[in-house]
């Protein structure tokens, strides 16, 4: 019940595409779900997050599309850049110190 | 600094050797978490410090690993008798612990890690 499943495990998509990373979890307590990008050799960073009162949320080239009947999250990256290559985790948190649970990744790939 | 700061970035040591890892974390964070990376692989959870609590082991793989965190900053990370599958990067990450509405004060903060290799 605390894991969050990702998908697929790696994307190789066309410079200019549209690059689609989903997620689900099965834990409702979940209040928080934030998305890390990680560059080779580099530790995570944040990238985007989303509270489970709003279903979208959008900054800049990134967005996260949120369906909590479905217990579903994704990650859209629109007109996708070959400096988007990186791996993308999904994670879920709750309330109350209790620690972020992370997806597998996902190798994402951006041709030039 | 002001990030999360580990050492050594890099470390080969030879198998049966007792290896120590160290994280300093962000000034004031609560939380701290270390992670094993495998080449190619996603976050394998290790052990998780949340201010005073008894720390979530619950991820450490063998009875060879153990860490602490003393007076709620700074943290050690000790593999003894390494393997060579404990060969990967190990990540460390710490948090206010916290988290507001609006804000992003739950945020994680790794560091660029500690590269283990054993012969």
């Known amino acids: 019940q605390q894991q969050v499943k990702q998908s697929p495990q790696s994307l190789i998509v066309q410079k200019g595409g549209i690059s689609i990373i989903n997620c689900a979890y099965e834990n409702t307590a979940f209040d928080y779900f934030p998305w890390y990008q990680q560059f080779p050799g580099k530790g995570p960073a944040l990238l985007i997050a989303i509270r489970p009162d709003v279903s979208e949320k959008k900054e800049g080239r990134f967005t996260i599309s949120f369906n909590k009947s479905a217990k579903q999250f994704s990650l859209h990256i629109m007109d996708s850049q070959p400096g988007d290559s990186a791996t993308y985790f999904c994670a879920a948190e709750r309330t109350g110190g209790f620690k972020t649970i992370f997806g597998a990744g996902t190798r994402l790939f951006v041709k030039a | 600094g002001a990030g999360v700061s580990q050492s050594p970035s890099n470390k080969v040591t030879e198998k049966g050797k007792d290896v120590e890892l160290r994280c300093d974390p962000i000034s004031g964070h609560t939380a701290l978490y270390w992670y094993r990376q495998s080449l190619g692989q996603g976050l394998e959870f290790l052990i998780y410090?949340?201010?005073?609590?008894?720390?979530?082991k619950s991820g450490l793989p063998s009875d060879r690993f153990s860490a602490e965190r003393t007076g709620g900053s700074v943290s050690t990370l000790t593999i003894q008798r390494t393997q060579q599958e404990d060969s990967a990067v190990y990540l460390c990450?710490?948090?206010?612990?916290?988290?507001?509405?609006?804000?992003?004060?739950?945020?994680?903060?790794f560091g660029e890690g500690s590269r283990l290799t054993v012969l």
């Open positions: 990450a710490s948090s206010s612990g916290f988290r507001d509405r609006g804000a992003q004060v739950g945020e994680l903060f």
């Open positions: 410090f949340q201010g005073n609590s008894a720390p979530d």
